[in-house]
T-cell receptor, first 112, second 110 residues
Framework: EADIYQTPRYLVIGTGKKITLECSQT?????MYWYQQDPGMELHLIHY???????EKGDLSSESTVSRIRTEHFPLTLESARPSHTSQYLC???????????FGSGTQLSVL | GEDVEQSLFLSVREGDSSVINCTYT??????LYWYKQEPGAGLQLLTY?????DMKQDQRLTVLLNKKDKHLSLRIADTQTGDSAIYFC??????????FGPGTRLSVLP
């Protein structure tokens, strides 16, 4: 099964704070993704990476940034959180060999 | 562009079969997937089918693919209350990213 981890699981912060959502996978996958999802709603791709030092913006415009310095680590950063950033953030990775997209448990972010 | 459509809601009685439908637009899809999401959780891969297959069965789950109509369905036999969740259909083709449908919320009534 998948070994992809997200921390924190839940986060409540005040407006203007800088935060980093962590995502790590131990499967050696090259492709990793960040999705934003409001409760029970569609998934929106906000960032993806095809490997180390590769990052791209997704379909949904986002004020967040990402980095990919190591294969296993794909953190997402919000420089100045706003209430409109309140959402669930899902990290995922895929193995090219079996074409399965695995998801982490998500981070539920609430910005007050 | 690519698009994946699903009906948003489905209610069934416990013990009945559930059929969740999905249509997609990209005929070059290589794999089609069904994911399950429970409240507050990530997406769990339930099953997937390669585009050159018509059917795949895995215990209570049956996936049917009609390539001509670009229609994918997920049948859950003997639906249980634990099957209540949102089910996402997704397509993937080489060199591109995944495209997800809006999700179907399945409610299982006692």
């Amino acid at each position: 099964e998948a070994d992809i981890y997200q921390t924190p699981r839940y986060l409540v912060i005040g407006t203007g704070k800088k935060i980093t959502l962590e995502c790590s996978q131990t499967m050696g996958h090259d492709k990793m993704y960040w999705y934003q999802q409001d409760p029970g709603m569609e998934l929106h791709l906000i960032h993806y990476s095809y490997g180390v030092n590769s990052t791209e913006k997704g379909d949904l415009s986002s004020e967040s940034t990402v980095s990919r310095i190591r294969t296993e680590h794909f953190p997402l950063t919000l420089e100045s959180a706003r209430p409109s950033h309140t959402s669930q953030y899902l990290c995922a990775s895929i193995s090219e060999s079996n074409e399965k997209l695995f998801f982490g448990s998500g981070t539920q972010l609430s910005v007050l | 562009g690519e698009d994946v459509e699903q009906s948003l809601f489905l209610s069934v009685r416990e013990g009945d079969s559930s059929v969740i439908n999905c249509t997609y637009t990209d005929s070059s899809s290589t794999y089609l997937y069904w994911y399950k999401q429970e409240p507050g959780a990530g997406l769990q891969l339930l099953t997937y089918i390669f585009s050159n297959m018509d059917m795949k069965q895995d215990q209570r789950l049956t996936v049917l693919l009609n390539k001509k109509d670009k229609h994918l369905s997920l049948r859950i036999a003997d639906t249980q209350t634990g099957d209540s969740a949102i089910y996402f259909c997704a397509e993937f083709y080489y060199g591109q990213n995944f495209v997800f449908g809006p999700g179907t919320r399945l409610s299982v009534l006692p």
